[in-house]
């Protein structure tokens, strides 16, 4: 149970991870051409070292439990640990718990084989390779309704024929798990099975890798998001992960967690923005007087530091009712609150801190503009914010009990005759009726 205090071991690996990921880790995004590219020898050099501390420290891999092959201790530990990974880019990758890796492992390590296990689950919990969702559609967006990236059966093969887009990290995968439509004709949250595709299967065609925030400039070499046309891409039947038509259950394995996960780094990335805010705070002057005399520049700071505390705790609940009750369908409105919530925080957070610092906030000598894009990313991600405020609408009015009279169940009138029933006979003695 946690009870706002941690205990004493875990605290501290949180304190040795904190000092890691702010002395080793964060000034690697200076150095590094691309962190994920596993054929860079200068890169793994670096890398690899440091992966093996994190071994040594048993926090690696931690998003999983150790009967799925992690060494994952629950949903509240790691949120603990993922507020000091959001920081930095690089850290969930060092630490073995990077997206869209850890959704894959989940799902691989919920429904695949034994063969899935040992070729794809065991090297992504090594860290040897990485993985890509493909999911959403250039037409479709992430609804599945509107899917036509499909697969049909040729013998034991399944023949995959579509495009996918904003599929992250395929440049750089050694495998696919690609949503598809296996039967148009079934209930819409039948018609789709989710597979495993090899990245050297023949037929899959990166048309381009698309990156975030630039515009009329040169593309990014950088760029980590994929549009992908499957060309007659063949897969064997075993390659399917969960039952035919299952993908929409099989998804939600990975989404959930994907979710939370989100929120969890999105914690450390708006109290790095904080941080800094109060930082230039107390040292930038003007008009005679630094920026922290100033109340419009306190009001800033006050209302970060109180929407950050806020949405931590709903964090923190949330993590600890997915360990309670071990099951994300029973937590999915607090995992829909805390999606809908933490763009809104790290976007506020951020644009504080970005005015406190004037012209050097929207510089890319500041890290200001990139948080801003992560936070539109995470309301994106693995769901709009619209949909979850919806889905969370939904379940907390589900089982609201109409009222059948014309006037409402809390009108002061029925109340009142509610209690003097209620009460009458002790009215009556004291003469109140």
């Known amino acids: 149970m946690w009870d706002f205090e941690t205990d004493a071991d875990y605290q501290a690996k949180l304190d040795w991870a904190d000092a890691f990921v702010r002395e080793e880790i964060a000034p690697l995004r200076y150095i590094l051409d691309n962190p994920f590219d596993v054929n860079d020898p200068f890169r793994n050099a670096i890398i690899k070292p440091l992966q093996q501390k994190v071994r040594e420290k048993g926090l690696w891999a931690t998003h999983l439990p150790p009967e799925l092959g992690g060494l994952g201790e629950g949903q509240v530990k790691l949120a603990l640990l993922n507020e000091i990974l959001g920081r930095s880019g690089i850290a969930p990758m060092i630490f073995g718990c990077m997206a869209p890796d850890t959704g894959n492992a989940e799902i691989i390590a919920h429904y695949g084989t034994d063969e899935h296990k040992a070729k794809y689950l065991q090297p992504l919990l090594d860290g040897e390779i990485f993985s890509c969702f493909s999911m959403t559609e250039p037409q479709g967006g992430s609804d599945p309704l509107e899917f036509t990236c499909s697969a049909t059966l040729d013998g034991d093969h399944w023949v995959i024929e579509g495009e996918k887009w904003f599929s992250s990290m395929a440049k750089h995968a050694a495998f696919f798990i690609a949503m598809v439509v296996t039967d148009p004709d079934d209930k819409p949250y039948r018609r789709h099975t989710m597979l495993i595709v090899p990245s050297d299967t023949p037929g899959i065609e990166i048309i381009r890798n698309v990156g975030i925030g630039a515009w009329g400039e040169r593309l990014d070499p950088k760029a980590e998001h994929a549009h992908i046309r499957y060309n ?45 805010m109060m930082e230039r705070a107390v040292s930038r002057r003007t008009r005679g007087r630094v920026l922290s005399e100033m109340q419009m520049v306190q009001e800033m700071v006050a209302d970060s530091w109180l929407e950050l505390e806020q949405f931590r705790l709903l964090l923190m609940r949330t993590a600890w009712k997915i360990d309670k009750l071990n099951d994300y369908n029973k937590v999915r409105a ?33 890290p200001f503009v990139h948080m801003l894009l992560n936070a539109y990313h995470v309301g994106l991600a693995d769901g709009p914010t619209e949909v979850h405020k919806s889905t969370l609408a939904r379940l907390l009015l589900r089982d609201v009990e109409p009222c059948e009279d014309v006037f409402p169940s809390y ?17 009556a003695q004291h003469g109140r009726l």
């Open 232 to 276: 007659k891409v063949r897969v064997p039947v075993a390659n399917t992960l969960g039952a035919r038509g299952e993908a929409f259950k099989v998804a939600q394995t990975r989404l959930g967690g994907g979710r939370i996960h989100h929120a969890m780094r999105t914690v450390g990335m708006a109290r790095d923005a904080l941080d800094m």
């Open 334 to 366: 607090d995992i829909s609150a805390v999606k809908v919530g933490m763009t809104g925080v790290l976007k506020r957070i951020t644009d504080r801190a970005l005015q406190v610092h004037g012209s050097f906030g929207i510089s890319d000598e500041a």
């Open 411 to 427: 009108t002061r009138s029925i109340r009142l005759a509610n209690a003097q029933e209620k009460y009458a006979d002790l009215l």
